[in-house]
């Protein structure tokens, strides 16, 4: 994997960049916000190590803007020392794929790594969904509503590539945890969240809501014709 660190801490950052090149995989760095964006919106990375306590701009922000105005979908390790729900919560809402709490074993940083990759590259070979007007490419992650383009972070993405992908299973939430994030969650919080946000976005765009709850056991997807 070609890999981008975005760490202001040397110390932290030269072991993370010492191991995974010595694992074999191609390993660029970044201290600050600034030249770390500069670098995953230009650069061809397979997978983003970022920092969220970053001088010149925050790890928050930047995922934000690497999502949003530069349009890229690579995976993203987000690491931090805060450990409590709602920073994990931002971290997804701001573009994240994984979160990992400080301090962290190597091992795990490139375990999590190379699941995201895989993730990421089985998208890739996906063809477009379409359900209703809603239409899904997972190759670029763009989402349409009536032809309009919207916005949605990655993860609400996932979310919906996954129901999408079988739209008449009702999709309980074990099952959506695991395609999205590879595993369980602890809680639904981090679920609920993201079917909040995905919710909302669908509605304002379409008029009416597509994303039906079954009480007791998931969601299902009712979409109107086109």
């Known amino acids: 994997m070609r890999i981008l660190i975005i760490e202001d801490d040397s110390a932290i950052a030269a072991n993370l960049y010492d191991y995974l090149e010595a694992r074999g995989h191609g390993v660029d760095a970044a201290p600050d916000g600034i030249a770390g964006l500069h670098l995953a919106a230009s650069g061809d990375f397979d997978c983003i190590l970022l920092d969220v306590g970053l001088p ?17 979908d690579t995976p993203v390790l987000m690491i931090t020392a805060r450990d409590t729900l709602d920073d994990k919560l931002k971290g997804f809402e701001h573009g994240a794929d994984d979160y990992l709490v400080k301090p962290f074993a190597l091992k795990e940083v490139e375990a999590r790594l190379t699941a995201l990759h895989r993730r990421h590259a089985h998208r890739v070979t996906q063809q477009p969904l379409q359900a209703g007007n809603i239409t899904l490419n997972p190759r670029t992650m763009a989402v349409t509503v009536a032809g309009k383009p919207l916005t949605l972070a990655p993860k609400c993405v996932r979310l919906l590539e996954t129901i999408m992908a079988e739209p008449d299973r009702t999709h309980n939430r074990a099952s959506l945890e695991s395609a999205v ?19 909302r976005a669908l509605t304002e765009a379409a008029g009416y ?14 979409v109107r014709e086109k």
């Open 181 to 199: 994030w590879g595993k369980p969650q602890e809680t639904s919080d981090t679920l609920r969240v993201h079917m909040h946000l995905l919710r």
């Open 56 to 72: 010149r701009m925050d790890g928050f922000a930047l995922c934000r803007r690497l999502r949003e105005d530069a349009h890229k």
């Open 209 to 222: 809501d597509p994303l039906k709850t079954v009480h007791g056991i998931g969601y299902r997807l009712e």
